[in-house]
């Protein structure tokens, strides 16, 4: 059975219904760049990027696909970051710690709070 309704791949100019799924931490630009050059939607995971580096992505992708007309999605969080609890913190650490151990495992640029999602909000402007 073929899929029908082609709006969202003809409004966004899209050769193929493929949609990159943004994954924070796990992709740089070159995978935007491939989907774009594939012809489907790529996308940029914002949540772990700085505003500047947004801007740096964004013309990286620009820059390498600037013979086609390729839309880019822009990934970002927008949420209200919890309460820090550094009891509750420390309590999944003790507990995940032997494996810590075992793997050769340094946390602390895990639990920086550069390693957070950041959400999007006015200070991202």
Known sequence: MAWRDLRIIERLGLRVPLFQAPMAGAQASELAIAVARGEGLSAIPCALLSPNAV???VQHVRAATKHLSAPIHLNFFCHTLPPANPEAD????DVL????????VDIA???????LRMPYDETSL
Do not use: V
Request: charged residues 25%.
């Open 97 to 104: 710690d032997p494996y810590y151990q075992e793997y050769g």
């Open 90 to 93: 420390k309590q999944w650490q």
């Open 55 to 57: 801007r740096e992505h």
């Open 109 to 115: 640029p895990l639990t920086a709070k550069g390693a």
